[in-house]
């Protein structure tokens, strides 16, 4: 079975930084992908970011770029996101999700299989 765990989330200030952390296990794709997305009160889930975990290629939204950053641990099948120069509209609950087939650069939630439970980041004033 197919699981991914999120952690990490939490309550900062506005200005600093968090790493959430996506952890899989399960899975037995090549070359599956990971894309965080999040999702604030009463919005849509937003696609923010992507990483092969193939070849580590990565992508992002126009919302997050220069700021947050993507990696992977494959031996620890681990994904992170790390999140800098925090602001308010940042506070959302964030999600990982796992595309089985590796689609390249995509943030459409409607491409990924499956999804875990989310981890809620507050980034107060």
Known sequence: ?????ESGGGL??????????CTLS????????????????GQEREGISW????DGATYYS??????FIIS?????NTVYLRMTNMKPEDTAVYYCA?????????????KYD???????????S
Do not use: H
Request: proline share 3%.
């Open 1 to 5: 079975e197919v699981q991914l765990v």
């Open 12 to 21: 900062v200030q506005t200005g600093g930084t968090l790493t959430v952390s």
């Open 26 to 41: 399960g899975y037995t794709f090549d070359d599956p992908a990971i894309g965080w997305f999040r999702q604030a009160p």
């Open 51 to 54: 990483i092969s975990l193939g």
């Open 62 to 67: 126009d919302s997050v770029k220069g700021r």
């Open 72 to 76: 992977s641990d494959n031996a620890k």
């Open 98 to 110: 796992l595309d089985v087939i590796g689609t390249s650069a995509t943030l459409d939630k409607r």
């Open 114 to 124: 499956y999804w875990g439970q989310g981890t809620r980041v507050t980034v107060s």
